[in-house]
C-alpha cells in the first residue's frame, strides 16, 4: 500500500518529466549549398571545349570563410552589428565544406570538368586550380539576402591568373529556404564568373600577368516576384 510520501513523489516525477518534455528543443533542421542542377534564371554557359569526350580535370580547393561566419548555426545581421545565431537552422557541414562543395558541383556542371581536389584515384593532373574565399554573406530583417566571393583562377600549365569578385544583392522572402536559395545563387554565380574567365583563357595569348574580373547581380523587389 502507497503512502502519502510515496504518492506525492511521483507527483513530483511526473510533473518534473512533463517540464522536461514541454522544455525540450525541437530537432534542428539542415541545409546544404551542394546543389548540382541549374539554378532558376541562372545563366547558361557552355562547357569549355576538350579533346574528344574527356571531360576537363579542375582543383577546387577549400573555401576559405570569415570567423565570424564559421558557425554551424545560419545567422541573421540585425543590421545594428549584432548577429542572432539561429539555433535550429544549421549547415549540413561545416561552412568551408559546403561552399567547396557547392561550388565544386557547379563548376562541374558549368565546365564539364571533375574535380580532382582529394581524388587522387582519379589519375589525371588538373589543368586549372580555383580557389576561393567568401566575404560576406548575410540575411537582414528587411528580407535582403547579400554576398559576396573573392576567386582565382589559375591555368596549372602556363601560370595564366585570372581573380574576380563576384557579388550578389537580392530580395528575399522571410524563409530561410530562401536565404539558403540565394546562397546558392551566389555559388552558380561564382561559377559562371570563373567558367568565362576559363574560355578567356583558351583564346587569349599566354601570359603571367593577373586579371581582375568583376560581377555584381543584383534584383529589384518587383523583378523578384
Known sequence: MRTPLDLRAAALIASAACVLGACASP???YYTLA???ELDGAAAIAPIAVHGSEAIAIEVSPVRVPERLNRPQLMLNNNDGTLRLLEQDRWAAPLPDELREGLSRQLER???AVDTYRKTAFGKTPAYRVSAELGYMDLTPD????????WTLQHLADKKIVSGRTRLA???DASINAMVQA???L???TAADIAVAARGMKTT?????AVWIESAGTQSQDESQ
Open 27 to 29: 530537432e534542428p533542421r
Open 35 to 37: 546543389c548540382a542542377h
Open 110 to 112: 558549368q565546365l564539364g
Open 143 to 150: 528580407k535582403r539576402f547579400a554576398g559576396g566571393m573573392q
Open 170 to 172: 537580392v530580395p528575399v
Open 183 to 185: 546562397a546558392r545563387r
Open 187 to 189: 555559388l552558380s554565380n
Open 205 to 209: 595569348r599566354s601570359t603571367t600577368d
